[in-house]
């Protein structure tokens, strides 16, 4: 099992729509966890870090729910803006260096 | 307040051949770790480097080297190209042991 597992996509919404993306991990002993974003060959970039209590950033909520080992980011009033991947990040062993699961590609279209 | 940067931005190499690729770490910022991202994949972590040292290691065979200076800089250094190192070789900068990371625009390798 890869240690970060991602929806596979892609998702193609309208504008306005609510999406979610979920993701499983398999080490129970990561602390961290993270949302990148990842434009169309550009560099990933951190949208959101991922905490127990789950948070909150504007249009985005992210969850993590440690026994069952998931984690989760909805986008709510979806816009065009947002296309993109979703790369949902953990922390290996030694919470040294991020494990990237493969990514989930949005498509929001007008 | 200069990002992560690095050089060269396209490269292209035939099998057989040795690579080098440059990454200078944002201001401040001490720690430098190299991915891999393969299309279609995620970033793979290859190793990360502090204080000059190699600190941490990905799944990645010893063809893959890197050195940190003194500056903080760092370099890859693939030997042996085979046409599965094709990808986009992405370097990340951050503090000491936090796991904030932050991403250069990335290398994008492609090996014939």
Redesign the interface.
């Known amino acids: 099992r890869k240690e970060?597992e991602q929806d596979p996509g892609p998702f193609n919404v309208p504008e306005g729509a609510t999406v979610a993306f979920n993701c499983t991990y398999s080490n129970s002993a990561s602390q961290?966890f993270f949302w990148y974003r990842q434009d169309c060959?550009?560099?990933?970039?951190?949208l959101m870090s991922v905490y127990s209590s789950g948070n909150e950033d504007g249009r985005f909520t992210a969850q993590l729910n440690r026994a069952s080992q998931y984690i989760s980011l909805l986008i709510r009033d979806s816009k065009l803006s947002d296309s993109a991947t979703y790369?949902c990040v953990g922390?290996?062993q030694?919470?040294?260096?991020?494990?990237?699961?493969?990514?989930t590609t949005l498509s929001v279209s007008s | 307040d200069a990002g992560v940067t690095q050089s060269p931005t396209h490269l292209i190499k035939t099998r057989g051949q040795q690579v080098t690729l440059r990454c200078s770490p944002k201001s401040g910022h001490d720690t430098v770790s190299w991915y891999q991202q393969a299309l279609g994949q995620g970033p793979q972590f290859i190793f990360q480097y502090y204080e000059e040292e190699e600190r941490q290691r990905g799944n990645f065979p010893d063809r893959f080297s890197g050195h940190q200076f003194p500056n903080y800089s760092s370099e890859l250094n693939v030997n042996a190209l085979l046409l599965g190192d094709s990808a986009l070789y992405l370097c990340a900068s951050s503090i000491g042991t936090s796991v904030e990371q932050f991403f250069g625009p990335g290398t994008r390798l492609t090996v014939l």
């Open positions: 970060v961290s060959r550009k560099e990933p970039k951190l790369l922390l290996n030694a919470g040294t260096a991020l494990i990237f699961g493969k990514g």
